[in-house]
């Protein structure tokens, strides 16, 4: 006999007949845009989105898109496996009213030694969600800040929320967090949905901060932010319903289902998953924690891992509708509010609505992105790409005085240019050749290394300066014509930072950004961290770290017929050959279950020693971010990650 799902039974019974209710996840958070407060990569969220009978999920995470390349090479595998599933993009953004009323605000605190002192300088690239800030009324003014959701309509939308999110990491509008305000909603609105978002929401700053006065007052504050959310949205503002077992949770949905009769605003229920199962809520209390570790406990935050999770109060893993329905059931009546049924079961099927008849379905262009500027106008970028090469390519043969292998020279350089056209990176080599000619006003550059120095094309421009012809160097090791991987041109100079700072200053920091690295839970400081959690005498834990790699390289060296030089076993080869580490994990099998659920969780931002992409109007094309004050790319490119290359941006190395 099928088991029919509890959720399931409660439609039956409230509606009659064998019902499924239909549901999108229109707000979701993972580890990699949400590090410590979402948990999981967006890949595991889509793949149980899936497999829990859904056809869509969003991803809103806090302030950034960080994890949006993981999303969209996701989705474009999972339709190649033949799933129908529909990746929704957005943000769960930070709001305050109107920066420049804020920023008089911070001025007058700065004059005041004591408030002074209490005002946050902290510009990293990663922002951790601090509850106690966004869901209460907050000790501070100028610290608080509320949150709303924003979702893609269309590639138009898509856009303006990366423009949202560039400008709230730039300027006056980042303070502790990337921030926008309602004068940017206004400018970059089109295409988007919004809605009021949870208890750190913007209807919940309404009731936070007024509930003390009169309910009045709260419902005068909510419907002044619905007015204008109306007034820049229209029929795309949604009021947000939330179920869990917080009793201000339902005291603010009665207040939000209030605007709904009030101005006929659609509703909508979200899951606000945060973690990308049922199972994983106890990894994800953790790593919440291991965020605040070092940093001072936050008030709000018990730092006593729950045992079950009814202690919490809520289950924030990627629902479908018959467990949306469950929620409702079952938490409103432990909180005892009474709600209309048909009203809840219509907010929970709008979410497929709008996920299906109202967003499109598009995936974003990935189109290669170079800038305009170095291409004169009435030229195309391979008539110029060749005249500039022919050209180079005479000097440099009248310099060197050859006049036997001309037809040589040329047809090599003919060649070249031809693949380069074809593939459509002539924009790449006149790009190099602007980073070069700047280069070569200040400062030394390197002869070439690599592929690279296999390309003539890069000689006659000045890029290199190595002849390849002369020392027999291959341009089918660099750039081929059947293959499918974007060019690499390592760039040494003299002074890398001077130069990308030029660059930057010069050309603008739109259209030079460096290339972020994400850092991640290692297994060493996470056997620290966790043993530190768990109280265990750090002697123990640092016996083992200090001994496991010791132990587990030489085996895993043999394993792979390794005989010389360095290797550096992987996470699953340390766990397999170190004995030290295997008799600390069976005393202790806490931290061998957290260890292995945790490891590769994001953990901070830097940034890439050398990479940086060049380009026009970056903020348009991708969501960046900034780290003390220098804006990059929210997605990497590296040895183990390739999200720019996918994305359609070339990666630049400058070393």
């Not at 999200?643 to 070393?655: A, Y």
Request: with cysteine; hydrophobic share 35%; proline share 4%.
């Amino acid at each position: 006999m099928t088991k029919v799902p509890k959720g399931a039974i409660l439609l039956m019974v409230v509606f009659g007949g064998n019902m499924d209710l239909k549901f999108v996840g229109l707000h979701a958070h993972s580890g990699v845009g949400s590090p410590f407060d979402g948990f999981g990569y967006p890949q595991e969220h889509m793949d149980f989105a899936y497999s829990n009978g859904c056809e869509a999920l969003a991803l809103t995470d806090h302030g950034n898109m960080n994890g949006f390349a993981y999303q969209v090479i996701h989705a474009k595998k999972m339709k190649k496996q033949g799933k129908n599933f529909k990746p929704i993009f957005g943000v769960e953004a930070y709001f305050i009213p109107d920066i420049d009323e804020w920023k008089e605000q911070y001025e007058q605190h700065k004059l005041d030694k004591k408030k002074a002192r209490k005002l946050d300088t902290d510009q990293s690239g990663t922002t951790i969600e601090n509850e106690g800030e966004t869901k209460s009324k907050g000790s501070s003014n100028i610290n608080r800040s509320r949150h709303l959701v924003l979702l893609a309509q269309n590639q138009k939308g898509l856009s303006n929320i990366f423009k949202l999110i560039s400008e709230s990491y730039s300027g006056k509008y980042f303070y502790r967090k990337p921030r926008i305000d309602f004068n940017l909603l206004e400018k970059y609105s089109d295409g988007v949905i919004a809605s009021s978002a949870c208890l750190g929401g913007i209807y919940a700053g309404c009731y936070w901060e007024n509930r003390e006065e009169s309910k009045e007052a709260v419902l005068e504050a909510m419907r002044k932010v619905t007015e204008k959310m109306v007034s820049i949205f229209g029929d795309r503002w949604y009021g947000e319903l939330q179920w869990n077992n917080i009793p201000e949770q339902h005291e603010l949905n009665q207040y939000i289902i209030q605007m709904h009769e009030e101005f006929g605003i659609e509703l909508i229920s979200t899951a606000d998953s945060h973690y990308p199962n049922q199972d994983a809520w106890k990894d994800r209390e953790l790593y919440k924690r291991l965020g605040w570790l070092g940093k001072g406990k936050p008030e709000w935050l018990d730092m006593t891992l729950p045992t079950e999770v009814e202690e919490i109060g809520y289950e924030l893993y990627p629902k479908n509708g018959n467990e949306m329905w469950e929620s409702y059931k079952k938490y409103s009546d432990l909180c005892g509010v009474e709600y209309e049924d048909e009203l809840v079961k219509r907010s929970i099927e709008e979410t497929h609505n709008i996920a299906f008849n109202v967003i499109e379905r598009f995936i974003p262009d990935n189109t290669v992105r170079l800038p305009d500027f170095v291409v004169p106008a009435g030229l195309s970028a391979d008539d110029y790409l060749e005249k500039l090469s022919m050209s180079g390519l005479g000097d440099i043969l009248h310099k060197r005085k050859i006049k036997y292998d001309v037809d040589k020279y040329v047809e090599r350089t003919q060649h070249e240019l031809k693949v380069i056209a074809d593939r459509g990176f002539s924009k790449y080599f006149l790009t190099m050749k602007a980073v070069s000619d700047k280069t070569n006003e200040t400062q030394l550059s390197g002869p070439g290394r690599g592929s690279a120095a296999g390309s003539l094309v890069a000689y006659a421009l000045g890029i290199t300066q190595i002849d390849p012809i002369k020392h027999g160097l291959l341009f089918s090791r660099f750039l081929r014509s059947d293959a499918t991987d974007y060019p690499d041109i390592d760039y040494d100079v003299s002074n890398p930072m001077e130069l990308k700072e030029r660059l930057i200053g010069e050309w603008g920091d739109n259209v030079v950004v460096p290339i972020s690295n994400w850092n991640t839970l290692q297994l060493r400081s996470l056997i620290k961290d966790i043993s530190k959690f768990y109280d265990i005498p750090f002697t123990e834990a640092n016996n083992v770290t200090n001994k496991m790699l010791y132990e587990a390289t030489p085996l895993a060296k043999k394993k792979h017929g390794i005989r010389a030089g360095v290797y550096t076993p992987t996470f699953d080869e340390v766990m397999e050959f170190s004995e030290t580490l295997q008799s600390f994990l069976k005393k202790y099998p806490k931290v061998k279950e957290h260890v292995e659920a945790l490891h590769g969780e994001y953990r901070s931002c830097s940034r890439h020693a050398g990479g940086v992409v060049i380009g026009e109007e970056l903020d348009r094309h991708m969501p960046l971010i900034a780290s003390k004050g220098v804006r990059q790319t929210p997605w990497s490119e590296g040895q183990n990650v390739r999200q720019l290359e996918p994305m359609g941006f070339i990666k630049f190395d400058i070393l």
